[in-house]
């Protein structure tokens, strides 16, 4: 089976704009940058796609490492014919396109990372596989799911982001099956293998050896990208910007999307 029929991906904008290419984070699918390509379709190109263990793309029961993703994203591109585009990339996407970057750099005009850093954390997991079985899917129904985001996943979990915006981010994951249950869009074991794999080791090296202009967007609220980390890696490279958007946690491009718009234009420039 060739990249682009293992891969869920989707193109819009002019044919002849700039190429863009946006991956989602942990849990997420490629609508879920479907408020920023809508703010950039009219002159440029974007590509966006649901990454291995996500969406619709397919689902490996193992390859869940940051160079993994890598890879797909290289296949997928040059089986495209794009050579060249702006990378941007939120949290778990956000440290696969770092990598993608330091791997394949002649590919990358321009990148841009969303709220996420180069750290190692052992244990990171074990807080989505809280969150994940605090979720008790498969549900009977639409309704059943619904009143369940609304009613008692508040009480039921212990989380960095504010369980509304959390829940109604979970709420999104979720699709009918052929049986007629509604289960996780995603890979369960999959979604915590990327987690274990991706903070397994540091990836400060591939922030240093950066060879284009980046720039890093951190949320003013986020519990995910700590201020201190954020500022070491404005000081690794000369090459690296940073924005901070003012009252924005950890889904940025979500929760201000037109703050996070504004910035990435500012940085890319040639509107």
């Keep these: 089976m060739s990249i682009l029929e293992k891969i869920n991906y989707s193109i819009t904008g002019p044919s002849d704009g700039r190429r863009w290419v946006f991956v989602h984070g942990l849990m997420g699918f490629s609508n879920n940058w479907q408020r920023i390509t809508n703010g950039l379709n009219q002159t440029e190109t974007c590509l966006t796609y649901d990454q291995r263990g996500h969406g619709k793309s397919f689902k490996p029961d193992s390859g869940y490492m940051p160079e993994d993703f890598a890879q797909d994203l290289k296949d997928l591109t040059d089986a495209l014919g794009w050579d060249r585009f702006i990378l941007v990339g939120h949290s778990m ?30 244990t990171s997991y074990e807080y989505y596989e809280k969150l994940l079985n605090a979720v008790p899917t498969p549900f009977a129904s ?3 799911a619904r009143d369940f985001f609304k009613q008692e996943f508040p ?3 212990n989380v960095r982001e504010p369980t509304s915006v959390l829940g109604a981010f979970l709420y999104a994951n979720l699709e009918e099956k052929s049986s007629g249950v509604w289960d996780w869009k995603f890979s369960k074991a999959g979604i915590l293998e990327t987690v274990r794999l991706g903070r397994l ?14 720039l890093w967007i951190r949320g003013g609220n986020s519990k995910e990208l700590k201020p201190e980390i954020y500022h070491k890696i404005l000081q690794s490279s000369q090459l690296i910007q940073g924005v901070e958007i003012p009252g ?24």
């Design 93 to 122: 996407g956000g440290r696969n396109v770092l990598v993608f970057a330091s791997l394949f750099p002649e590919k990358v005009e321009k990148l841009i990372v969303e709220d996420i850093g180069p750290e190692e954390n052992h």
């Design 142 to 144: 639409r309704d059943q």
């Design 155 to 157: 009480s039921r979990v």
């Design 201 to 214: 080791h540091d990836r400060w090296k591939d922030v240093e050896s950066l060879k284009m202009p980046t």
């Design 248 to 271: 924005a946690g950890h889904w940025i491009h979500s929760e201000k999307p037109q703050e996070f718009l504004q910035a990435v234009k500012n940085f890319v420039g040639g509107f």
